[in-house]
C-alpha cells in the first residue's frame, strides 16, 4: 500500500529557507508524478509545484524562482527546497503522488486532479 510521509517542517524567520522531504513506499517515483500543496485553514489547498518521472516541473507563479522541486528516486524521496520565505508562505504542506507519469499535464496535477495518495502534512510557519 502506498503510503507519503513529510517531514522538515518548523518555524523560519521571514528571508530564511527550509527543506521539506516526502519519503514515498509502496510505489517508485520514475513513473509516478509527484507534488506539494499547501493549504491555511479556512483556504482552498493550492498547488506548489509538481515534477514528473522525467524530472519535468511546473511551479506555482506565488513560489516560482524561490522554491525548487526534486527528487532523488534511489531514496524514494520527494524534496522542497524554499528559500527567501514570507509569512504567506505559512501554511500546511502535503505531498501526494499521481501514478502514471505522464496520464495528465503537469498543470492538472498541480491542481490536485489525478493525484492518488496523500500524506498527513508538514507545517511550515514564517514570522515577519
Known amino acids: 500500500k502506498a503510503k507519503l510521509v513529510e517531514s522538515g517542517g518548523g518555524s523560519v524567520q521571514s528571508g530564511g529557507s527550509l527543506r521539506l522531504s516526502c519519503k514515498v513506499y509502496?510505489?517508485?517515483?520514475?513513473?509516478?508524478?509527484i507534488a506539494w500543496y499547501r493549504q491555511i485553514p479556512g483556504k482552498e489547498r493550492e498547488g506548489v509545484a509538481v515534477?514528473?518521472?522525467?524530472?519535468?516541473?511546473k511551479y506555482a507563479g506565488s513560489v516560482k524562482g524561490r522554491f525548487t522541486i526534486s527528487q532523488d528516486n534511489a531514496k524514494n524521496t520527494l524534496y522542497l527546497q524554499m528559500n527567501s520565505l514570507e509569512p504567506e508562505d505559512t501554511a500546511m504542506y502535503y505531498c501526494?503522488?499521481?501514478?502514471?507519469?505522464?496520464?495528465?499535464?503537469?498543470?492538472?496535477?498541480?491542481?490536485?486532479?489525478?493525484?492518488?495518495?496523500w500524506g498527513k502534512g508538514t507545517m511550515v510557519t514564517i514570522s515577519s
Open positions: 501526494a503522488a499521481g501514478y502514471g507519469a505522464n496520464r495528465y499535464p503537469l498543470p492538472a496535477r498541480l491542481t490536485g486532479y489525478g493525484m492518488n495518495d
Open positions: 515534477i514528473d518521472g522525467d524530472g519535468n516541473t
Open positions: 509502496g510505489f517508485t517515483l520514475d513513473d509516478s508524478s
